[in-house]
């Protein structure tokens, strides 16, 4: 069993940033990749960002800029950065075990609680 938490959400107005913090506990592999997710009112989960054992990043389209992923493995922790943030990043975000970098939730071993961002124009 893998035990995510994920902190460093809040409300902040459009432009602003936030570090999202994941810290994993329990039986995690760190041969495995971690990722994050992100879930918008009355939308699916969609992935967000992805790193794999050797810090190889995988962002989907459109992300991969204003979001930054980053992990210190040794201390079970992994990171979002979010710079320039929009009214359209509000959402649920969740740190999630993605042995594959897939980015596919379908393919998601363990889920944290999630964190809500909310952002404000």
């Avoid at 069993?1 to 994920?6: G, H, K, P, T």
């Avoid at 710079?83 to 594959?100: H, Q």
Wanted: some cysteine; hydrophobic content about 30%; proline content about 2%.
């Amino acid at each position: 069993q893998v035990y995510l938490a994920e902190s460093g959400g809040g409300s902040v107005q459009a432009g602003g940033s936030l570090t999202l913090l994941c810290v994993a506990s329990g039986g995690r592999n760190n041969r495995h990749g971690m990722g994050w997710f992100r879930q918008a009112p009355g939308k699916e989960r969609e992935g967000v960002a992805a790193i794999d054992k050797d810090g190889l990043t995988t962002y989907t389209d459109g992300m991969k800029g204003r979001f930054t992923i980053s992990q210190a493995i040794a201390e079970n922790r992994l990171y979002l950065q979010v710079n320039n943030l929009k009214p359209e990043d509000t959402a649920i975000y969740y740190c999630a075990v993605d042995r594959g970098c897939q980015l596919d939730p379908d393919d998601v071993d363990y889920w944290g609680q999630g964190t809500q961002v909310t952002v404000s124009s």
